[in-house]
């Protein structure tokens, strides 16, 4: 955005408290239901973190120390370092996997809830999208729940 006078961009105006939660997010935030699906969503990350990372530093110390091991012979001409390469792709798409089922059992319900307890909040005024978001003044929803 340039200056009216022309002399670069424009000052910005920074409205008191901008940085802070405002509104319906600062109660959305607060709310007992919120924090419990952040903490269930955080602790699902961080067991993902440590199960993985340290099943990959596992195979990367066995590959750099354990060459020996890692030789030898499982099947015909698999060996065991080509069996755990695969096993960290299949590891991969198997927590892909857990994680959409306990997002779909544990996550999306309570998001639902919030969701619903939000737009209830805010009043019937303007439609709900599929993601809960309301639609744009002037603007439909977009079909399907994506922009």
């Not at 993985?52 to 015909?76: K, P, T």
């Amino acid at each position: 955005m340039s200056d009216p006078e022309g002399g670069g961009m424009a000052a910005a105006t920074v409205r008191p408290g901008a940085g802070r939660m405002g509104g319906e997010c600062a109660v959305i935030a607060s709310d007992r239901k919120f924090r419990l699906l952040r903490a269930r969503f955080q602790r699902l990350v961080v067991r993902f973190v440590g199960v993985f990372l340290g099943w990959y530093l596992l195979y990367l110390g066995l590959s750099a120390f354990a060459r020996g091991f890692m030789a030898h012979s499982v099947i015909g001409h698999v060996n065991v370092a080509l069996l755990l390469g695969v096993l960290q792709f299949a590891s991969t798409f198997g927590l892909a996997w857990y994680y959409s089922r306990y997002a779909r059992r544990m996550l999306d319900p309570l998001a639902a809830q919030i969701r619903a307890e939000s737009a209830s909040r805010l009043g019937a005024g303007r439609p709900v999208g599929p993601a809960g978001d309301r639609a744009v003044a002037g603007r439909a929803a977009p079909a399907g729940g994506l922009s």
